[in-house]
């Protein structure tokens, strides 16, 4: 039984994985935790502060928020819970210094910038794509309460694409109204939309000459990161350290 402590379970992700992980034979949320809630849970341990957790668990997952990821993470690794963070947020020099302190600390985990298998892929076709169309936007569409701007599967598509594609300068419009042109990752525009009805979207376009390519990912309901979240937490004990991605374990 892998038992698993569920941090930021009062949020759309968190209760989405208490519902998943209640129908799983082979998982058990033993605890719950949030700074801003204390609810009663039937056989669950609630926190409100780290300090206070006391229960023997095996996994850390975090749907919490992008101020808090990072203490969290460090919590987890701390004291030997294997962190799965699907909480976005965390800058590159944090990612590294977590990623130093598991190895050091000989705990894998998984940082999962989205837990769908169809953006999963998405990040790999246009990581495959970028080889060959050097002109590249990316356009990402969240619900309105999304805490972070750019998303964090925009901002991992964006790497993997400037992994592989060639140095280049696209476009050169001048902007009369600044912020037209969205966000700038090495030359790779990104947009992002925050309007209500939406859940999890992305559009990769490629521009070539006399032709277009358009990868488009959509997440309609929570339901569609289930899979994900119930594959990474039965996986994560084969990760060497604390890996990046979805992928590494699919």
Do not use: C
Not at 32 to 49: A, I, K, T, W
Not at 203 to 214: K, S
């Amino acid at each position: 039984m892998i038992r698993v402590i569920v941090a930021g379970y009062n949020g759309s992700m968190g209760r989405a994985s208490l519902n998943m992980l209640s129908r799983q034979q082979a998982m058990e949320v033993v605890g719950v935790y949030s700074p801003n809630r204390h609810d009663v849970l039937e056989g669950v341990s609630v926190f409100q502060s780290l300090e206070d957790i006391d229960v023997e668990a095996d996994v850390w997952l975090d749907f919490t928020t992008p101020d808090a990821v990072y203490e969290n993470a460090h919590f987890a690794i701390d004291n030997g819970l294997k962190p799965i963070i699907g909480t976005t947020g965390l800058t590159d020099d944090q990612i590294a210094e977590l990623q130093a302190y598991s190895k050091e600390r000989s705990v894998s985990g998984l940082i999962v910038p989205n837990f769908s298998m169809s953006a999963v892929l998405l990040m790999k076709f246009s990581k495959e794509a970028a080889r060959y169309f050097q002109d590249v936007e990316v356009i990402e569409m969240h619900h309105e309460d999304k805490k972070d701007t750019p998303s964090g599967t925009a901002l991992s598509t964006a790497k993997r694409i400037d992994a592989v594609r060639k140095q280049h300068e696209q476009g050169n419009s001048k902007e009369t109204l600044p912020g037209a042109r969205g966000a700038d990752y090495n030359g790779i525009r990104i947009h992002s939309v925050r309007l209500p009805g939406y859940v999890a979207h992305e559009q990769v376009l490629f521009g070539g000459e006399g032709e277009a390519l358009t990868i488009r990912q959509d997440s309609f309901n929570r339901s569609s990161f289930m899979s994900g979240v119930a594959l990474a937490i039965e996986k994560v004990d084969q990760v060497d350290g604390l890996q990046v991605g979805l992928e590494t374990v699919m």
